[in-house]
């Protein structure tokens, strides 16, 4: 895919799936993530408990692959962006980050296992070292 053919499937925001790997363990998990398009940069936000897997492979720091599907009448295509996770502040971010951010819809209610209330949510940067696409012929 071309670039812009990536971004117009990123572009909307939405939901993929986030994995890491630690020695021989892999971690996968979905989530909702927005999309900068002007600077490439993909935001996503965690909600962790207190007890969570998830954190351990967030904060060893290492490197993230999202993917993200979509299947429209121009047929089915997935994007693979790879690269390291940065905590962001929401008061630091402006202009277009902003903008993807509020795009994010986050169904808190459905996919975690105990109340929204009992999370704590962080929001992350991922910065693609690699940005992929395929697509359906």
Do not use: C, H
């Amino acid at each position: 895919m071309t670039a812009a053919e990536i971004d117009t499937v990123l572009d909307n925001g939405g939901v993929g799936v986030i994995s890491f790997a630690a020695d021989d363990e892999p971690y996968s998990v979905p989530l909702s993530y927005g999309y900068d398009s002007e600077n490439r940069e993909i935001y996503v936000r965690f909600g962790f408990a207190p007890e969570s897997d998830k954190r351990r492979f967030v904060d060893d720091g290492s490197v993230a692959s999202l993917v993200v599907t979509d299947n429209d009448t121009r047929g089915w295509r997935s994007v693979v962006a790879r690269g390291p996770l940065t905590e962001v502040s929401e008061p630091a971010i402006a202009g277009s980050a902003a903008q993807s951010i509020r795009k994010m819809n986050i169904p808190f209610v459905t996919i975690y296992e105990r109340p929204a209330t009992e999370l704590e949510f962080e929001l992350y940067r991922l910065d693609p070292e690699t940005l992929t696409g395929r697509k359906e012929q």
